[in-house]
């Protein structure tokens, strides 16, 4: 059997990034931070609300899903972190959620986003609530995005 997910390092080391960078833009912490970075990995992972990452490239890959993530889009962790990001939103939404990531990186994060969403089955969902933020370094350097969300409605 192999090791949790949250348990890699580079998981770990991730979970502190998104947490991290989440306390420096919104001002408060995602989760109640106790214990060590591996007790933090494991609770982000087991968290309730959805959280979801992807990383800088030029068509950026999920890098980070928790369960509740791999869960509402409906795949294993070896296929989020091989999945562009933009496969989340179903075409006729690409636009309004380039819009909402070109304005989280402006200002460090964007609140209160809603959009419809798109499971890798076709199921569809309403976000709703949802904070995207910058994923940064110690330095400051932008490694990613992150965004979670408590709030969700499945469509017909």
Do not use: K
């Amino acid at each position: 059997m192999s090791d949790p997910v949250w348990s890699r390092e580079s998981v770990i080391a991730w979970s502190q990034l998104l947490l991290n960078s989440y306390r420096c833009w919104i001002g408060r912490d995602l989760l109640v931070r106790i214990g060590s970075p591996t007790d933090q990995a494991r609770m982000l992972f087991d968290a309730s609300v959805v959280v979801v990452s992807h990383g800088v490239e030029a068509d950026p890959l999920l890098n980070y899903g928790n369960q509740a993530a791999l869960d509402l889009w409906e795949m294993p962790w070896e296929q989020l972190v091989r999945t562009p990001s933009r496969h989340t939103a179903e075409p006729v939404n690409q636009e309004e959620r380039v819009r909402m990531l070109r304005l989280a990186e402006e200002r460090g994060y964007f609140d209160r986003y809603r959009g419809i969403r798109i499971s890798s089955t076709g199921r569809r969902f309403l976000v709703e609530d949802a904070t995207v933020w910058n994923v940064v370094d110690a330095q400051g350097a932008r490694m990613g995005q992150a965004a979670t969300f408590s709030r969700w409605t499945l469509l017909p």
